[in-house]
């Protein structure tokens, strides 16, 4: 009996998969390659989605910076300088200061000036008290200045809590005992 399913003649062979490694077809390599793209594809989605998502722990300036002193060990007229959050503490009969260091005529750093008793800035000479009041140059206003918290003997500010202020007030002093 003739096979009816026989090729015609000058027909082409139908494909055949042909083993490329250990048995694996060629299609199965590129299924396999495929596979492994997408699943990198979409890992590294996850992993970035997820990392947008977990909270930030900030640290210096921009987040809560602990004063390298304990209240008790600063004296009334001393100055801390806080490297980590940009900022002056500051202690005065009223209370304690945090003062950023940004002058606020343009912005140069503000040193404080020990023999001087004041912030005096290198740039254009405005000049600021102890607590931060512009007494003479040509900043428009006090330095800006940041929150405290005192907790026991431990100091901390908010760096990223910054506020300008039309002139100094005894209202900014944050009393402590
Ligand atoms: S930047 Fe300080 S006085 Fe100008």
């Known amino acids: ?3 009816d399913k026989k090729a015609p003649a000058g027909a082409a062979a139908p494909p055949v998969a042909t083993p490329v490694a250990d048995g694996l077809t060629r299609r199965q390599v590129l299924r396999s390659g495929m596979f492994a793209t997408v699943g990198a594809f979409f890992g590294t989605l996850a992993g970035g989605s997820a990392a947008m998502f977990w909270p930030i722990k900030l640290t210096g300036f921009g987040g809560v910076v602990s004063v390298p002193k304990k209240l008790n060990e600063i004296k009334v007229g001393e100055v801390v300088t806080v490297r980590e959050g940009k ?3 500051t202690r ?3 209370g304690l200061m945090a003062l950023y260091w940004k002058c606020v005529h343009l912005g140069c750093t503000v040193p404080w000036n020990q023999g001087a008793g004041k912030f005096l800035c290198p740039c254009h000479g405005s000049v600021y008290t102890l607590d931060g009041q512009n007494v003479a140059g040509p900043a428009p206003r006090p330095l800006d200045m940041m929150e405290i918290t005192v907790s ?3 100091i901390t500010v908010n760096t990223g809590k910054i506020t300008q202020r039309s002139t100094h007030d ?3 002093f944050t009393k402590v005992g």
Do not use: R
Request: charged share 35%; no cysteine; proline share 7%.
């Open 1 to 3: 009996m003739a096979d």
């Open 87 to 89: 900022f002056y503490l």
């Open 92 to 94: 005065s009969e009223e």
């Open 152 to 154: 026991g003997q431990d």
């Open 170 to 172: 005894p209202e900014h």
